[in-house]
């Protein structure tokens, strides 16, 4: 995107201000930003389904925590389901995120994965999604912060500590951030 602002390889960290049930304290792994518009991955807003039963579901073992939840992507196409992982595994329609990361959508992929006992896998279902030069006018207009994404940041941190450490790693105290006449900590 010569000349243009991209968020992508990073995050979207929302403020208070953004005031939007969607994106209420949301970190979104952004997985792509140009011309044509954004799209991204909530990571931080789990829903109540296990990853374990969504795998079973499908008949297929799952590696990761007993206890990991399937995460809201976001409030687009929430019938739809993309998986984080390492980024050792590739398949045809597999695009990098970042470093140690990769996004893919297919059964295959989720079959291979799961199959292979892969640890590094994160399922959310829905995306977050933007139109042509929307998501530039919300982080000029200071809904957003943007930092750089990390595996670490995906696949170890807790959901609910995602936002709080995400402001953290760019120097700022989450308490000192305010929103609705009310400060978040």
Known sequence: MSGRFSSAPGVLIAM??????NFHRAVVVMIQHDAEGALGLIINHPLT???ADVAAGFGLPWAGPSD???GRGGPVEQQSLWMLH????????T???CDGVSVSRSKEALDRMCRGGERRLRLFVGYAGWGPGQLEGEIQGGSWLTAAAGATQIFDWP???IWARSVRSLGIDPAFLVGGGHTLQ
């Open 16 to 21: 208070p201000e953004l005031v939007d049930p």
């Open 49 to 51: 389904h296990r990853c």
């Open 68 to 70: 990991l939840e399937l």
């Open 86 to 93: 390492d980024d050792g595994w590739g398949f045809d329609e």
């Open 95 to 97: 695009m990098r995120v």
């Open 159 to 161: 959901a609910d500590e």
